[in-house]
C-alpha cells in the first residue's frame, strides 16, 4: 500500500505563489506517473498537472505559463510550483501516483488551497 501525504496549501493573495509537495510512502515501481488534481466546491475533479517518471509533463491549459510541475525520485515526492495565483485556482488539490505496468492508482488526501484577497 502506498501513502501520499500533501502539504503546502493554504490561503494566499491574487498574484501570490505556492509550493505543494507530495511525498510517496514508497517509491515501487520506477515507471510511474504523478499528477497533481484539484476540485473546487460544485465541480468535478480536473488534472492540473502530470509528470512522467521520465520528466514529461502535462499541464492543464488553465495553468500553462503559470504552474511548474516537477519531481524528486530518490524522495519519491513530487512538487508544484504555483505563481500567479488566481481565485480561480481556489480547490482541494490531490496528490496521484499510477504505475504504469499495473494501473494502480493511488490518491493523497488532499490539501485546500484558497486565494482570496
Known amino acids: 500500500q502506498v501513502q501520499l501525504v500533501e502539504s503546502g496549501g493554504g490561503l494566499v493573495q491574487p498574484g501570490g505563489s505556492l509550493r505543494l509537495s507530495c511525498a510517496a510512502s514508497?517509491?515501487?515501481?520506477?515507471?510511474?506517473?504523478r499528477g497533481w488534481y484539484r476540485q473546487a466546491p460544485g465541480k468535478q475533479r480536473e488534472l492540473v498537472a502530470s509528470i512522467s517518471s521520465g520528466g514529461r509533463t502535462n499541464y492543464a491549459d488553465s495553468v500553462k505559463g503559470r504552474f511548474t510541475i516537477s519531481r524528486d525520485n530518490a524522495k519519491n515526492t513530487v512538487y508544484l510550483q504555483m505563481n500567479s495565483l488566481k481565485p480561480e485556482d481556489t480547490a482541494v488539490y490531490y496528490c496521484?501516483?499510477?504505475?504504469?505496468?499495473?494501473?494502480?492508482?493511488?490518491w493523497g488526501q488532499g490539501t485546500q488551497v484558497t486565494i482570496s484577497s
Open positions: 514508497t517509491s515501487g515501481s520506477r515507471i510511474n506517473v
Open positions: 496521484n501516483l499510477v504505475y504504469v505496468a499495473t494501473g494502480r492508482e493511488y
